[in-house]
Structure formats: C-alpha cells, structure tokens
C-alpha cells in the first residue's frame, strides 16, 4: 500500500512538473505582447505623415502619398492659387501634374468641371492624367468630352486614340487618330498608332500607307520601321499579323 501511494505521489509531480516546464518553455520563445495582446488596449492607427513615414522602411505608397497630399496643401495655400476659379484650378492641377502628383491634379481638374462642365482644358488635363494612370474608360470619357468640347485639337483626338487603342476598341481608335492627322498632317505619332490600329484587324496595306506617311515625317522613328518591317513582311498572312500586333499592343499598354 505504501508504495503505491509513492508511485502516485511520483507520478503527480512529474506531470506538475512536466505541465511547468511546457509553461516555461512557451514563456521563453513567446514575446510578451503576443501572451497579453487580448488584454492591452486598443490604440488606433494614426494617419500617416510625412513626419511618420520617415521612420518607415521601406516607404510604402502611403507615405508617398501622405508627401504629396502636404506639398499640395502647401501649393494651394499660395495667393497664386487663392481664387476659387476654373483657371486657378487647372493652372495649380497642371502644376501638380507635373510635380508628379497624380492624385491632386485630378483634384484640381474636376473642380475647376464642376465651376465650368464647358472647359476643355479641364477635360484634357484629366484625361491626360488618367492616361498616365493607364486608367483607359475613365480617359476616354474625359477626352471624349474633350474633344466635343474642342473639336480643332488634334493632341485631344491622338490622346483619345491611344486610350481606345489600349482597350482594343480598334474602328473607334482608327476614327480618331484619322481626325487627328487631318486636324495636324505633321503628327507622325498619331500616323504610326492609325497603322497600328489598322494591323491590328489585319489591314496591311492601309496600315503601310499610315506607317510610311509616319517615316516620311520623321525618317528616325524608329518604332514606326519596325511595324512598317512587321506589315510587310505578313501581308499577306492577315491572321498573323493581327496575333504579332496583339503582341505589340500588350507590351505598349500594359500596366507597370
């Protein structure tokens, strides 16, 4: 009898002994705050600034834009900018474009439209922004309102040819950039991209006839050679000419 109740006694302080070492053991390897973090209180999240991130590593676009968004204020609390009218907009959004600072520039380009919807520099502008952005619907729609607006600018019809062209919307990318060599017969750019939309639906001898009016204005653009190389070399394969210049378009729009 009494050696049993010595091997229960012993069996009782090695499993007291065993649970304090486990206890221990995740004592040691776990930080403090991970054991009490139900416990401590809640302190939200400041928003970032300039001021903040500099402690951050690496700067995430948070801090990026936390940078930007106290420039802007800084810019538009100058007397420059004061005067709440459609020019003082677009002429701080320009600035800001240019500055980098996507973001207030559109800020600016939709104040200015909704003092003045019949501004086409603000149409633009913001179109021009989302093309940087590679935000394809929303320029579109802002250079379309653009163009109605003003209907002489060929860089409106060109820009609007480039965001139909990144969407594929190829009839209405040809309509455009036709316009815009007519409004300018100088723009090889807008002469390589209407040869561009052509190969794109298989059309090689329209599109040779745009890309070589291209080279005839610039003799070194180069881009415009290599498509013009690209077309005749497949003229007469039109199926792999449209495969080759999808290739080419998902290079040139894609997002980075």
């Not at 701080?92 to 600072?101: T, V």
């Not at 380009?109 to 149409?123: E, K, M, N, S, V």
């Not at 633009?124 to 320029?139: C, I, S, T």
Request: hydrophobic share 40%.
């Amino acid at each position: 009898m009494r050696n049993m109740r010595t091997r229960a006694t012993s069996r009782a302080s090695f499993r007291r002994q065993a649970i304090f070492l486990i206890f221990f053991t995740i004592w040691i390897v776990t930080p403090p705050n991970a054991i009490f973090s139900e416990f401590l209180p809640f302190v939200p999240t400041a928003p970032l600034s300039p001021e903040t991130c500099s402690a951050h590593a690496p700067v995430t676009n948070e801090c990026v834009e936390a940078g930007l968004r106290t420039r802007r204020e800084k810019l538009r609390a100058e007397a420059a900018f004061q005067a709440d009218t459609p020019a003082t907009h677009v002429k701080l959004a320009d600035l800001l474009n240019q500055q980098g600072d996507p973001n207030g520039a559109i800020e600016e380009y939709r104040a200015a439209i909704q003092l003045d919807p019949g501004l086409a520099d603000a149409f633009r502008g913001l179109g021009a922004v989302y093309l940087d952005q590679h935000e394809w619907k929303k320029a579109e729609h802002a250079l379309e309102q653009a163009a109605h607006l003003d209907s002489e600018n060929s860089q409106i019809r060109y820009w609007l040819g480039r965001a139909l062209l990144a969407q594929q919307k190829f009839l209405e990318a040809r309509q455009a950039l036709k316009t815009a060599t007519k409004l300018n017969p100088n723009d090889a750019e807008a002469f390589s991209d209407l040869g561009l939309s052509f190969m794109a639906q298989g059309q090689s001898r329209d599109a040779i006839n745009a890309l070589q009016q291209a080279i005839r204005l610039r003799p070194d653009y180069s881009e415009a050679h290599s498509r013009l190389e690209l077309a005749n070399a497949l003229k007469l394969n039109k199926d792999q000419l449209v495969h080759e210049t999808a290739k080419i378009l998902q290079i040139l729009f894609r997002r980075e």
